[in-house]
């Protein structure tokens, strides 16, 4: 079955400091999309990443980057001179199995950063 | 380019009472999907609605229905209403199945 495990429940960082959340994944899929969300204390949550199964290169976008090691099943997710404003709970999200149409998201690592 | 809205913000049921949730999709998403998210839980599937037609539905209780309009708006109602169905209610639409999931800011709703 599909499952996300975000083993970390909570982080606390000082600002300027990097920070990686952990995400480990299961799947039956030979090829899936995995994605990234930000859930700030507005409730909505943000999107920030797909990345598709067969492309496993890292990818960075500004502070943030994404290490995808498929032989592991992880997708971490690391901010750089993390911020305040970073802080927000994050999810990691995988397909569900049946159809790419609804997400299966982890339980969130709440990132607080202070100042 | 308007993002996805729901109403209301909050809303305090009664146990047993029933409640309607409302969702706009962002312009031009023609799949609407909801969500529920207990505290500090993820998000948890309940259905996906596709041209007006629900095309998966999530582990919950025929109680929680929906209906997706011609405009691509949608509702969830949920009828006789339970303590745990206190939660973030999300709507989230996509320009296509598979495509990003684009979120709206939630209703809170409390049953007590």
């Known amino acids: 079955a599909q499952k996300v495990t975000q083993a970390q429940t909570e982080i606390s960082v000082v600002e300027k400091e990097d920070v990686t959340l952990d995400c480990v994944y299961e799947?039956?899929?030979?090829?899936?999309?995995l994605f990234w969300y930000k859930q700030p204390p507005s409730g909505e949550l943000v999107f920030l990443i797909r990345?598709?199964?067969?492309?496993?290169q890292n990818e960075i976008s500004g502070r943030y980057s994404w290490n995808f090691q498929k032989s592991t099943s992880s997708f971490n997710f690391t901010i750089t001179a993390s911020q305040v404003v970073d802080s927000a709970v994050y999810f990691c999200a995988l397909p569900g199995m049946d159809s790419s149409y609804k997400l299966i998201f982890g339980s969130g690592t709440r990132l607080l950063v202070r100042p | 380019e308007t993002g996805v809205t729901q109403s209301p913000t909050h809303l305090i049921k009664t146990r047993g009472q029933q409640v309607t949730l409302r969702c706009s999709s962002q312009?031009?998403?023609?799949?609407v999907s909801w969500y529920q998210q207990a505290l500090g839980q993820g998000p948890q599937f309940i259905f996906q609605?596709?041209?007006?037609?629900?095309?998966g539905r999530g582990n919950f209780p025929p109680r929680f229905s929906g209906l997706q309009f011609p405009n691509y708006s949608s509702e969830l109602n949920v009828n006789a209403l339970e303590l745990d169905d206190s939660a973030l209610y999300l709507c989230?639409?996509?320009?296509?199945?598979?495509?990003?999931?684009?979120f709206g800011n939630g209703t809170r709703l409390t049953v007590t």
């Open positions: 799947t039956r899929d030979t090829t899936y999309y």
């Open positions: 990345r598709n199964s067969f492309d496993e």
């Open positions: 989230a639409s996509s320009l296509q199945r598979g495509s990003p999931l684009h």
């Open positions: 609605y596709y041209r007006e037609e629900e095309n």
């Open positions: 312009s031009g998403h023609n799949t």
